[in-house]
């Protein structure tokens, strides 16, 4: 056989199979509808959790079984724990936890597709961490980054121990693609336990974009004894991290950094000039009239701008200490 | 005379012979990117709980500014605009730029939102045309409108992003829908990879045939004007295969127009949006690419499959015809601004595998797909060309286009399953078969039309003549 009737009979074949393949997925299309029905079952079953005080346990958790045996109970999960807060929602994960839930969920956390890994962990962070300890431990070893993540995360928000060092092992070891959520985890530790995170920001051989995440942190955490650490880092030599601790003081907004914000207003990197700007307006501080009128004439037009915004904050000086 | 003979034997030989070697080179490239398509996909399955990807990241989305620019849209853009305000996101302003239409677009926006004249600073970057008004509204104070005189698309994205305030900015049509989740989709590449992702692209998907409402698509269907349903197979062929595809190697070289994020640092950086092409969406992510290159600076070009605006596809023949041969002469504009790029190792992958490609399937891949049509068959019939030509010129042309559509399609199911229906997922199939027998055919005429015009020289943009959304 010549070559082109051989790339003609392999085209053809090639065409063939994807029309083949393209009628078994319909066929599979119009099996699913059915199985679709089974599963939109199960989520009003579960969902029945969130109105009735007494529930059939039985019938619940098979509704609970069946949506874990498909990958669904997580999202359902997710789903509720996303529109109730309070104490429904403690019932409601009472209830999902004592027709076998978190177990179902922990057995998802160790098999299956990544993507559904990740929701499993998200999910049982919302259970007692008894629950769920072992299997985030487990899981934050996980081989895919994307579950380590949510796991570290999960154990965070259960209020399991924070494995600060994994966190930022992590972060370390992490691909570029994956930056950006594992600083978010640092982040995240840093907020939810800022008093053991405000040494770490003094480590000058952690890297600057780790640092930045732990600093960020504290300013969200708004815990004013973390402020004397940040004072500290605003005179880092990396004007990231700089930009970042006068954020965070201007956030935390504790007077014994009124000094540092203000001096960083001259700072020599424009991006700690404007968070500096930033944090003088948010803070109304009056004594920094006179250098943000210096900044209306600075290099960065962000700069002037919100420098312009800063002064318009602070309102027209009241007093001759003011406009000095 | 029988030389002659030989000789033009020998010379229809040899085109044959090219046609099908151009073709087969443009399957096997589809096929290739189909393959790392899937692997995209199953390695990244798009999340489909919105409010999961909400809880996940909400507290890291930056600011974004929504750049709609909006020329002669007096009938839409009310509700464009009102779905624009009404998305899913925690932080974002909404710049209109009203491109000096000729009808009431402005007074429409004035009314609805009770515009008011503002004064507004901000930083002068890019050059466009001049400025006649700054507009915002009381009742959304995140709502801008830009009025300027008629300067072009890419002139309109220049002034907002003149005006923008945030880091990133989105650039759209005014008159296409972004689903309410829709940036927080396309962002996502911005907060795994802060540090290198310049741009982000999502998927465009044609709306004809949805049920729309107030500025929403409520249900999604096909359409009924069979160029419509080509082109529902065509868009997803394009974004979910070729764009995936490249994305996933690092040589994505386009960002629709109608739906991209960009870092406006980078993209002011770079000089921001041609004026003087009608392909100002490729030539801007060709030129970022090069603008990194040349610097030897690490960034990425993403696309993410998830995120959906819709768009309405032309229904008419001169409608389509012109915004292909444009396309064309956009694709071959860019492709001569940046041709030093072409091979050149200085520029790696995005160079030979990315430019590559532009020269196979977009400067020689429309003229002897062309050819092709008008040399096999005849010189078949008339006995020159043996049957065996005339097998591998189909299949080239209509058997592995069947495969790679079938493919994206198949794609889409298994990944996605955004079509509703299993009597869609049929139709579809059939449209994927039929788009090779008519369609794809015109399609090659309209392009090489459109090369004709760029060799001549034509900058016009044609009028696109939409019907508009019906509510």
Known sequence: ?324 | MMEVDTLASVAVHGIAIVVITIGLAQSILHLIQLVLAALALRENPPEPQSDIVWRRSASDLPPVSILAPAYNEEATIVESVRSLLSLRYPHFEVLVINDGSKDQTLRALREAFELEAVERDHEEVLDHAPVVGLYGSPMHPNLFVIDKQNGGKADALNAGINQARSPIFCSMDADSILEPDALLRVIQPFLDDPDNVVASGGTVRIANGCRIQGGRIVEVGLPRNPLALFQTVEYLRAFLMARLAWSRVGVLTIISGAFGLFRRSAVVEAGGYARDTVGEDMELVVRLHRHYRDRRQSYRIAYVPEPVCWTEAPQTLSTLSRQRSRWQRGALETFATHRAMLFNPRYGRVGSVGFGSILLIDVVGPIAELTGYLIVPVFWMLGVLSLEFFFAFIAVTFAFGVAVSVGSLALEEIELRRVPRARDLVLLTLTAVAENLGYRQLNAIWRVWGTWQWMRGTTAWGEMGRTGFKA
């Open chain 1, 1 to 324: 056989m010549s070559l082109l009737l051989l790339l003609a009979g392999l085209a053809a074949a090639l065409a063939l199979a994807s029309l083949a393949g393209m009628a078994l997925l319909i066929v599979g299309r119009v099996l699913r509808v059915r199985h679709e029905a089974e599963l939109a079952q199960c989520r009003r079953g579960i969902l029945e959790l969130l109105t009735r005080t007494t529930v059939d346990n039985v019938l619940v958790r098979r509704y609970v079984d069946r949506a874990a045996r498909h990958g669904a109970l997580a999202p359902i999960v997710l789903e509720v724990l996303g529109i109730i807060r309070g104490s429904a929602r403690a019932t409601f994960v009472m209830h999902l936890a004592s027709v076998g839930a978190a177990r179902q969920l922990r057995r998802r956390l160790r098999r299956g597709r990544s993507a559904d890994r990740v929701r499993a962990a998200e999910a049982l962070a919302a259970f007692d961490p008894r629950e769920a300890a072992a299997a985030l431990r487990r899981a934050s070893h996980d081989r895919d980054s994307r579950v380590q993540v949510a796991a570290l995360r999960a154990m965070i928000d259960t209020g399991v121990a924070a494995p600060f060092d994994e966190i930022i092992r992590l972060a370390l070891a992490a691909r570029a693609a994956d930056q950006g959520r594992a600083l978010s985890l640092v982040e995240h530790m840093s907020a939810t336990s800022c008093r053991e995170t405000s040494q770490l920001v003094l480590r000058v051989d952690l890297r600057s974009s780790i640092r930045v995440a732990l600093i960020a942190g504290l300013g969200e955490a708004r815990d004013m004894a973390t402020t004397s650490a940040l004072v500290v880092v605003a005179r880092d030599h990396d004007p990231y991290v700089r930009a970042a601790a006068i954020s965070a003081l201007g956030s935390i907004g504790s007077p014994q950094g009124f000094e540092t914000i203000v001096r960083a207003l001259r700072d020599p990197s424009w991006p700690v000039r404007l968070r500096a700007v930033l944090a003088v307006g948010d803070l109304r501080l009056a004594s920094a009239r006179s250098a943000l009128g210096e900044l209306l004439h600075d290099g960065s037009w962000w700069v002037r701008l919100r420098a312009t915004e800063a002064l318009d904050a602070l309102g027209p000086p009241q007093n001759a200490r003011d406009v000095a």
